[in-house]
């Protein structure tokens, strides 16, 4: 039997959207300090609509009455995940580093399951449990910096928790979208969240002051990438790699974010990578392996006993 056509370089869908998202983290980095963080979420976002204009607007307005009833839907997971995490994701990046931002970004798959457990009533897993320790055991030891004792003394920066309410938000988003299960996916999707996104954030925007909304030869790059490639490009990338090779396998790549993200670091921000980096952030990816390898329910239903005949 042949393989399909696809089954050779599919892996570069997932494979290149992952690198999309440790350069979006990257980025967000660069913009700390550069550019308000209201204000390159709403930047990113008009770029990303006028660019899906181009090929979205006309198919979506054919199939305005599909989507219209479910425009408060949309309003929700646009301000989930494209207000809320983007805006926390920037903020986060001010006090903590890009290293960081990727190990808890990549801790997402993990908060669905466990959020799908709590809000779709799905069944717990051994692994979400087990691996849910094992991740936060891996997050203490990386945000103190190899000294948990560290943090009774010191706290921790405040990037880091912003990080971790970001990866909850986006989870949050990715069980909704699931629970919802609405009649519109894709690209008008995506286009209608932007839009309703745009329209939330704009008042943020003008409250911003003046000189952290300007654009120049600094904010124009970062927000380019941001609208362009991280709000484009990389949706496309992803949904195509689950649709040849299915969710589980495309989130398996979700490990290697921290790893691109650390090299990119190094090479663009001149970030160290130091050892509780390495330990903590591997304690926790793979407590989210754990999650993906170990699906066997964590109660499992008495077996019924036979009636005994009188």
């Known amino acids: 039997m042949k393989s399909s056509p696809y089954s050779r370089t599919a892996f570069l869908y997932p494979l290149s959207a992952v690198a999309l998202w440790s350069g979006n983290v990257i980025v967000s980095r660069m913009s700390a300090h550069t550019i308000g963080p209201e204000a ?18 006309l198919p979506a307005w054919r199939n305005k009455a599909a989507i219209w009833p479910h425009l408060g839907q949309f309003a929700i997971l646009g301000f989930l995940a494209m207000c809320l995490f983007q ?7 001010e006090t903590t580093t890009a290293t960081n931002m990727a190990v808890f ?24 449990v087990g691996g849910g320790l094992l991740s936060l055991l891996g997050l203490i030891y990386l945000v103190s910096g190899g000294s948990p004792a ?77 609208g362009g490639l991280a709000s484009v490009v990389l949706p496309f990338l992803w949904i195509r790699g689950v649709q040849i090779l299915g969710p589980s396998r495309c989130a398996a790549f979700m490990n290697l974010l921290p790893v691109m993200t650390a090299l990119g670091a190094i090479l663009m921000l001149g970030e160290p990578v130091r050892l509780h980096h390495i330990i ?3 304690a926790a990816l793979a407590g ?6 170990f699906r066997r329910p964590l109660r499992i239903a008495p077996a019924t006993l036979p009636k005994t005949v009188h």
């Not at 970004?105 to 979400?128: E, F, H, N, Y």
């Not at 008008?188 to 409250?207: H, K, N, R």
């Open 280 to 282: 903590g952030g591997g």
């Open 150 to 226: 560290a943090l009774l003394r010191d706290g921790v920066h405040l990037g880091d928790p912003l990080m971790f309410a970001a990866a909850l938000v986006y989870a949050l988003y990715g069980v909704l979208l699931k629970r919802w299960n609405l009649p519109v996916t894709g690209w008008q999707s995506t286009y209608m969240q932007a839009l309703c996104a745009l329209v939330i954030m704009f008042p943020a925007f003008l409250a911003t002051p003046a000189p952290l909304r300007a654009l120049n030869r600094e904010t124009l790059p970062l927000i380019a990438y941001a």
């Open 40 to 57: 390159i979420t709403f930047y990113r976002l008009l770029f990303a609509v006028l660019l899906m204009n181009g090929f979205v607007a």
């Open 87 to 93: 805006s926390l994701s920037y903020l986060a990046a």
């Open 105 to 128: 970004t990549a801790l997402t798959p993990l908060l669905t399951v466990a959020l799908s457990a709590v809000l779709l009533k799905d069944t717990p897993t051994i692994g979400m």
């Open 288 to 293: 989210v392996a754990c999650a993906e390898i």
